[in-house]
């Protein structure tokens, strides 16, 4: 019996020592829609990378990142020069979630973990209130966060996403269905930081926002588009443009310019900053012609 309980013991311990760092979905409240094409869910993190169920709908950004529970897609891992990004969608009643207005809350984040994908936000992102005041929540309050994927010469994979939902009211935010865990910030870093001077990131100035634009950076869904083939109204910012290099995995170099805000570690990262560059010029241009085109 002994021998018994101790092989038992030693499997379970072998269990959890092999499981990932992500629980059961966090909040047992249910929801009064169903998004189809919610496979797996995010968890919040903060600066120390822990798990994080509530904060203030004012901060820049609200979280300092955000994890999948799902692995990326096929072909939008770190090797294919995947990158992920974070959004916020606006739940509206009768209206199929595939229809819903959203805007993009993070820059593109290079991520080491496949199985895990990670975005990093900065203090130069939106904040949910930004994102509330030109969408307000009106359904009960709740806000629909999704994770997408890019890669070089490929469309933005939003087919299938990990999801949470929020609940933002009078300033705050609080988890109504998110996952748990632990986040590792040496294993993402985002493109603002590799793209822009550390001088933009500056505590001393004022977060940058632009929640006035937000309305008139969205755009329209396809007549009869399916929930299942697009992401209806997401406004996407240039510097989530998908390059046309290949990027290559997050480095020591890529970590140490994110924790110090330098864009001189060396040159690898000139390398990887002169191509993001580019790219995010190239973004840019495409980016502000479409919306021209649009009006």
Request: charged letters at 15%.
């Amino acid at each position: 019996m002994i021998r018994s309980t101790l092989v038992a013991t030693a499997a379970l311990s072998a269990v959890l020592a092999s499981a990932p760092p992500f629980a059961a979905a966090a909040g047992a409240a249910s929801l009064p829609f169903s998004d189809p094409n919610a496979q797996g869910s995010i968890g919040l993190c903060d600066a120390a990378g822990h798990s994080i169920q509530a904060g203030s709908a004012l901060n820049h950004p609200f979280v300092i990142a955000a994890g999948s529970t799902m692995a990326a897609p096929q072909g939008y891992d770190a090797k294919a020069g995947g990158k992920a990004t974070l959004y916020a969608f606006q739940p509206r009643k009768d209206v199929d979630p595939g229809q819903w207005s959203g805007y993009q809350l993070t820059g593109a984040s290079i991520y080491a973990d496949p199985s895990h994908p990670l975005v990093a936000g900065t203090n130069i992102d939106p904040s949910l209130q930004d994102f509330v005041t030109s969408f307000p929540a009106k359904w009960d309050g709740l806000v629909e966060l999704r994770m997408f994927y890019t890669a070089p010469n490929k469309v933005v994979y939003r087919r299938s996403y990990p999801a949470a939902v929020l609940r933002v009211q009078a300033g705050k935010w609080t988890v109504v269905q998110a996952a748990n865990l632990t986040c590792d910030l040496t294993k993402v870093v985002s493109n603002e930081k590799l793209v822009l001077p550390a001088s933009a990131f500056d505590p001393a100035h004022p977060a940058v926002t632009d929640a006035p634009q937000l309305a008139a950076r969205t755009t329209s869904a396809p007549s009869g588009a399916k929930a299942s083939t697009t992401a209806s109204s997401t406004a996407t910012r240039p510097d989530a443009a998908p390059t046309s290099a290949g990027q290559p995995e997050l480095s020591k170099a890529a970590n140490a310019s994110a924790k110090s805000g330098s864009s001189s570690s060396g040159p690898w990262l000139a390398l990887v900053v002169a191509g993001l560059g580019i790219a995010g010029l190239a973004g840019a241009v495409g980016w502000r012609a479409r919306q021209r085109a649009r009006r």
